[in-house]
Structures are given as structure tokens and as C-alpha cells.
């Protein structure tokens, strides 16, 4: 279980989260949808530990991330926004790393490595090094050192960018799984298709805050809109936005 509460950051003059507060139970896929400058990368990172947050707390199984970094990074898998990995290291190398920095190690070290390189199919990848991958091939392997300790919640931020349709694919089918498993699933997006095929519930941020928040269903019959788009496009619009 993720939760989010009364969640503030100010960059500058800029204030970038506004008490913002949500849930995100174990087992579902919870979206994070809004447009640029939201505040969904900024709520990512303060849960992750690349931020710290002026008040309020990110919660992850009870273990706040603003006061015990290390210990709730250790609980979640972080799937970055840009799929950025050390190309002097073969994959093997770059995803036993991870596993390294999460505790993995001796047996255990090599069992899990192998069986995230065989989940996500890049056998033939894993003694190369990542220069010259293609977005798909590199999506992969960052999933891969983000699944490879096992963590119980996995956080995404724009997820799909610049991939194509088989690879969009192949991570929809990944998370499903992973969802089936119990993992508790977060990721930004501003892709309506994305977010209608593969969310339980979703959370809608404009301005820092909460606009609303329900299952894609929920959010269409609150705007009366038969649409997920139609509905976005409402709830942002609203000066006063809803809140459910």
C-alpha cells in the first residue's frame, strides 16, 4: 500500500504540489494522470527519495519516504522517466548491480537475475552492452533492474514514451502480471489509451493537487462523459475542480 498525504513542494516562487493526497492499494494499477507541469514527476520522486517534500508524508507500507529514504526505496521498483542505463555495462552486469544495491546477493544474487533476464526474453541481450539498444530493448532492461529485487510496489513514470506498438504491448502485458501478483503499481501518464486500457483507478492532478480521483468508469459517469478523454478534459477545465 502507497499513500500520500498532504503532500507540499515549492521550487522557488513555483509551488509545485499543493497538500496533495491519494492512495495506491496493493494489487491494482493506479494512474497518475494530468497534463505537463501536474506535478506528477514531483510526487514520483519525493515517494522514490530523489526529492524531499516540504510537508506531508509518502508513505510505503507504513515506512515514510521522507524519513527513512533507504528503507522505502528498498520496497519499490523505480521504472524512470528517461530509460537511462551505464552502456559500459552489459546487461547482466547493469541488472546484477541493481540486485546488488537492493541487498541481493550470493545465490539468491544469481537465481533472480537470471529469472528477470528469462521473464522479459532478453537471453540474447544479456552479454551485450546497451549502447546502440533500441527504445524497446532498453525499456526492458530498465524494467528488468527495477523488477529484480522482487519489490512489492512498482513505480512508473510515463512508462510507454517513445516505444512502439509492440513494445507499448509487451509492458502492458508486464504489469498486468505483476498486478496479478499483488505488486502495487503506480505510473504517471498524460496517455488517455494508456490510462483507460490499463488502470483500476485513476488520480487526476491539476495544479499540484487532487481534481479527482475513481476508476475510469467513475470519472466518466461524475462528468457525464461517455469518455475517459472527455472527462479529463472537464475535470481540468473546472475552476474548482472535483473532488471524490
Request: aromatic content about 4%.
Amino acid at each position: 500500500m502507497l499513500t500520500v498525504t498532504k503532500l507540499s513542494k515549492t521550487f522557488n516562487e513555483v509551488q509545485a504540489l499543493r497538500e496533495l493526497s491519494f492512495s495506491a492499494p496493493d494489487g491494482q494499477i493506479t494512474g497518475l494522470l494530468g497534463p505537463n507541469g501536474a506535478g506528477k514527476t514531483t510526487c514520483l520522486r519525493i515517494i522514490y527519495g530523489l526529492l524531499k517534500a516540504d510537508q506531508g508524508k509518502a508513505l510505503i507500507n507504513q515506512v515514510d519516504a521522507n524519513r527513512f529514504p533507504l528503507d522505502a526505496r528498498r520496497q519499490i521498483g523505480i521504472f524512470p522517466d528517461k530509460f537511462g542505463l551505464y552502456e559500459r555495462l552489459t546487461v547482466n552486469e547493469q541488472i546484477r548491480y541493481f540486485a546488488q544495491l537492493h541487498g541481493v546477493a550470493g545465490e539468491q544474487l544469481e537465481q533472480r537475475v537470471s529469472a528477470v533476464i528469462e521473464q522479459l526474453d532478453i537471453q540474447a541481450l544479456s552479454g551485450r552492452r546497451s549502447a546502440g539498444f533500441s527504445q524497446g530493448q532498453r525499456m526492458k532492461v530498465a524494467l528488468a533492474q527495477a523488477l529484480v529485487h522482487q519489490p512489492n510496489h512498482l513505480i512508473l513514470d510515463e512508462p510507454s514514451r517513445g516505444l512502439d506498438v509492440m513494445s507499448t504491448r509487451i509492458l502492458r502485458d508486464i504489469l498486468r502480471e505483476q498486478r496479478g501478483q499483488g505488486t502495487c503499481i503506480l505510473f504517471s501518464s498524460h496517455v488517455m489509451q494508456e490510462v483507460a486500457a490499463l488502470c483500476d483507478r485513476v488520480v487526476v492532478m491539476a495544479n499540484g493537487t487532487v481534481a479527482a480521483e475513481g476508476t475510469p468508469d467513475e470519472l466518466c459517469r461524475m462528468t457525464g462523459e461517455a469518455a475517459l478523454e472527455e472527462a479529463f478534459v472537464k475535470i481540468i477545465g473546472s475552476d474548482e475542480g472535483i473532488v471524490a
